[in-house]
């Protein structure tokens, strides 16, 4: 009989934990991102917003919005925009446009030249982010690209968090990093309150965030992430727990700042992208960055285990299908 009574009471307490704990605590759900850089057909938008949760696209599949969303009307769409000025045709429209109307001192010079974006080898130069016209320019420029194209919000692209040192070794317009980091913190701000009078998310990319000296002290100010994420919607971290270095060998990154980034967006109900560069796709690889990844998720946690750094249709479809017998 005591056995009896004392089985009653763990299934009514078993019971009561499946009725009233949040079902999201004991299955939470994992949401897919994927950036994708190539021209869609009809056929193709639509089977990734089957697969996905957001995408990251440049303009010239604007036209496939309306199908994406009525494939998917909880899919998230940024556009994507370079945090430099390109010069030049884009076709991909990665740029926003003000190239040929820019003054000299809309950039920042080392020795009076204008400093590239040498990481692509391109046309795309680095903005002064303290020119007041610079401001209100781009500003303006990106709300008014990303609302007429018809996406949810802006992903800006290497949003350059240390330029001594990544792009010059010294800055005509800057004493140094610090004295950037400060005055970027009031560009991006200004950007992010007009995104948020128009209902539009802005999310950067923070690729820089692992190899920045000064992570404790950034601006002067104190530790980098909790700046950077309070004057946007959130980032993206692109070599969550696992890169690839430009020799094509592939690396395990410290976890810690990976998931205190992640930690911290979920406690402060921002945007968090996790793009982990897993290449050769092998399950133990997997099964690695999942297991951390799951241990800090939201609403707004979005995740890109990709088999391959590239943003085309086929790596798309092909990291989905490797990923989905995990999640």
Same mark, same amino acid.
């Given at each position: ?15 009561? /934990?499946? /009725? ?89 010079? !080392?020795?009076?030249?204008?400093? !590239? ?15 007041? *016209? ?21 992903? #800006? ?25 400060? *005055? ?21 990319? /923070?690729?820089?965030? *692992? ?29 969550? #727990? ?86």
């Amino acid at each position: 009989m005591k056995d009896i009574i004392i089985g009653l009471i763990i299934f009514i307490l078993i019971l009561g /934990l499946i /009725l009233f704990y949040p079902k999201e605590e004991l299955n939470k759900e994992i949401k897919l991102f994927f950036p994708i850089y190539e021209k869609l057909t009809e056929e193709k938008a639509i089977d990734l917003a089957m697969k996905y949760d957001l995408l990251i696209m440049h303009s010239i599949n604007k036209d496939k919005i309306s199908i994406i969303k009525k494939t998917n009307p909880n899919i998230i769409l940024l556009e994507y925009k370079s945090f430099f000025l390109c010069d030049g045709i884009d076709t991909a429209d990665t740029t926003i446009e003000g190239y040929n109307q820019a003054k000299n001192n809309w950039f920042t010079t !080392n020795n009076n030249e204008k400093i !590239n974006d040498n990481a692509a080898k391109s046309n795309c130069y680095l903005l002064n982010i303290k020119n007041k *016209e610079v401001i209100n320019y781009v500003k303006k420029q990106y709300l008014k690209e990303v609302k007429e194209d018809g996406f949810d919000g802006l992903f #800006l692209d290497a949003v350059s968090l240390e330029p001594i040192g990544n792009y010059a070794t010294a800055l005509d317009q800057f004493k140094n990093n610090q004295d950037w980091q400060k *005055e970027l913190l009031i560009y991006l701000e200004t950007i992010y309150k007009d995104f948020q009078k128009e209902n539009k998310l802005f999310i950067l990319n /923070l690729v820089e965030i *692992e190899t920045i000296e000064n992570y404790g002290n950034f601006a002067e100010e104190g530790q980098a992430i909790p700046q950077l994420f309070f004057i946007s919607d959130g980032g993206l971290d692109e070599i969550y #727990l696992m890169g690839k270095w430009q020799d094509n060998l592939i690396f395990y990154r410290n976890p810690k700042k990976a998931l205190e980034i992640q930690e911290f967006a979920s406690k402060n109900n921002k945007f968090f992208l996790a793009y982990s560069q897993i290449e050769t796709c092998q399950k133990k690889d997997i099964e690695y960055v999942l297991t951390k990844y799951k241990t800090i998720i939201n609403n707004k946690s979005y995740l890109n285990p990709t088999c391959s750094a590239h943003h085309t249709y086929n790596i798309a479809v092909n990291n989905y299908e490797k990923i989905k017998e995990f999640i």
